[in-house]
Each structure stands twice: as C-alpha cells, then as structure tokens.
C-alpha cells in the first residue's frame, strides 16, 4: 500500500497556481523527483493541464447575446407549447368523438337501409341498451362489461390521445 506524500498538497498547489505548468520551486522540483507518487502526480497534472490548454485554445464560446438569444427563443417556444395543450386536447377528443360517431352511423344506416350485401360484411353495432341483452343471452358471465368497456374507452380515450400527442 502506498501512502501518500506530506508534500502532495503542496506539489499539487504549485503544479495548479498560474498561468505556467512546470515547477518553479528548485526545492519541489527535486522532490518531484525522487519521490515515486509525487513523480506520478507531477505528470498526470501536467498532462491535465496540457489538455486543458489545448481546449481552451480549440474552444469557441458563443457571444452572450447569441446565447440569450437562444434563452429566449427557448422559452417562447415552450411558452407556447404549454398554451397548445388544452387545444390539443380538445382536438383529441374531437377526434374520438368523431370517429364514434361515424361508426354509429353507419351502423344506423346499414340497419335502415337494410341491404344484405352491406349487412354482410359491415356488422351491424348494437345499441347501448341491446349489447347486455344480447351478450347475456350468449354470455352470461359478461353482462354490462362491454359497456362499461365501451364507456372507459370513450372516457380514457381523449385522454390517452392527449398524451400521445402532446409535446413536452
């Protein structure tokens, strides 16, 4: 097991202070190197900070104007999506409403006009009231659950919707 040097602190003090990387104290110098950790430290700093350097010297950093720019198109942005949501949602559950709606029609028309060419491969839906009788009379343990099955689903519905559309 190693332990660490006395002098580490002040090694890693003089390596980190200032602009230069390399030691300017002939006294940590020399005990830089003779000490094994401390020789490990001298070159994993120096290596560090030669990176560093070199990003600093890569790197180019926005102007603060363009950065505030961008701050506030950003939250205009968001801002606005937070407004959309009730629409949104209303559009959901427009959609939903719609779609119900069509398919109760022609349910409806298919029953009135009563074509057999239709009837035979668009079914015909039943109404709230006639799905328990005819789904007791075929199923009895099922009863009103296609209706309340129906019912969630015309409730949960638009709001699943809103979640799926949604833009957070």
Request: with cysteine.
């Amino acid at each position: 097991m190693k332990r660490e040097c006395v002098r580490s602190a002040d090694l890693l003090a003089a390596m980190t202070s200032g602009p230069v990387s390399q030691l300017s104290d002939d006294e940590l110098l020399k005990h830089a190197e003779t000490r094994e950790s401390c020789r490990e430290m001298v070159t994993v700093v120096s290596a560090l900070r030669a990176e560093r350097d070199r990003l600093r010297r890569n790197s180019t950093v926005p102007s603060a104007g363009l950065v505030w720019w961008r701050a506030q198109l950003r939250a205009r942005q968001q801002a606005a999506l937070r407004a959309a949501a009730p629409v949104t949602a209303v559009h959901a559950a427009a959609v939903v409403a719609a779609v119900v709606l069509a398919v109760a029609l022609v349910s409806v028309l298919i029953r009135s006009l009563g074509t057999a060419s239709l009837a035979g491969w668009v079914p015909a839906i039943p109404s709230w009231t006639e799905a328990p009788r005819s789904l007791a009379s075929e199923f009895p343990f099922l009863g009103y659950s296609l209706m309340a099955g129906a019912t969630t689903w015309l409730v949960l519905g638009p709001v699943a919707l809103y979640f799926a559309f949604r833009r957070d």
